[in-house]
């Protein structure tokens, strides 16, 4: 079975500072993993995906995130925080044997200071 | 535009109640996806449906009921054998069996106990 841990389900920065967070998962097969914003009340938007190809995936927003098949990461950065950055994120992996089927992280929450 | 729509926004219940929740999609999807959020968790998955006439149970189906009559429309009944209701509803389509793709998701249903 595959699973998804994100490690901090609170994190802080200040306005400017690098967002950083951490995505690590377990698969038996080459993963698709995707990250998930979700502002108060909303559902889950699209961030970045990454299938094939360029390790380095670049989102919507400014994020990005690096596949590390070596340490099975997923880690999902930001060079500058925003207060609009504040948000719940969630990463996800594709499950080999079930068509489109997501295992969710357990989500960070970021909290932005100014 | 095309999207998922959930209504409504705000739902509440009575005691041995049941309500259903709407989940409308035109996105051409043949998968559509329930999970329940709770607070400061992640998403658990209560029923999902590849295909038209046929739907499988998640992870937390007890107490929930689906149908899939019709491509575009899939909703959810919690019925009074769920004992605690009280979550955020996120209804999600997707393509079938196409791993490279993500979910995407509406706006939620809040549901709470009257």
């Known amino acids: 079975a595959q699973s998804v841990t994100q490690l901090g389900s609170h994190v802080s920065v200040s306005e400017g500072a690098l967002v950083l967070l951490r995505c690590n998962y377990s698969s038996s097969v080459p993963p698709y993993l995707f990250w998930y914003v979700q502002y108060p009340n909303q559902g889950l938007q699209l961030l970045l995906k990454?299938?094939?190809?360029?390790?380095l995936v670049k989102g919507i927003n400014g994020f990005e995130a690096e596949f590390k098949k070596s340490e099975t990461s997923f880690h999902l950065t930001k060079p500058s925080a925003h207060m609009s950055d504040a948000a719940e994120y969630f990463c996800?992996?594709?499950?080999?044997?079930?068509?489109?089927?997501?295992?969710f992280g357990g989500g960070t929450r970021l909290m932005v200071k100014p | 535009d095309g999207g998922i729509t959930q209504s409504p926004k705000y739902l509440f219940r009575k005691e041995g109640q049941n309500v259903t929740l709407s989940c409308e999609q035109n996105l051409n999807h043949d998968a559509m996806y329930w999970y329940r959020q709770d607070p400061g968790q992640g998403l658990r998955l209560i029923y999902y449906?590849?295909?038209?006439?046929?739907?499988q149970k998640g992870d937390i189906a007890e107490g929930y009921s689906v149908s899939r009559e019709k491509k575009e429309s899939f909703p959810l009944t919690v019925t009074s054998a769920q004992k605690n209701p009280t979550a955020f509803y996120l209804c999600a389509s997707s393509l079938r069996d196409r791993r490279n793709q993500p979910q995407h998701f509406g706006d939620g249903t809040r549901l709470s106990i009257l």
């Open positions: 996800a992996v594709s499950d080999h044997n079930a068509g489109n089927m997501l295992t």
């Open positions: 990454y299938t094939t190809g360029a390790t």
């Open positions: 449906s590849q295909i038209v006439n046929d739907f």
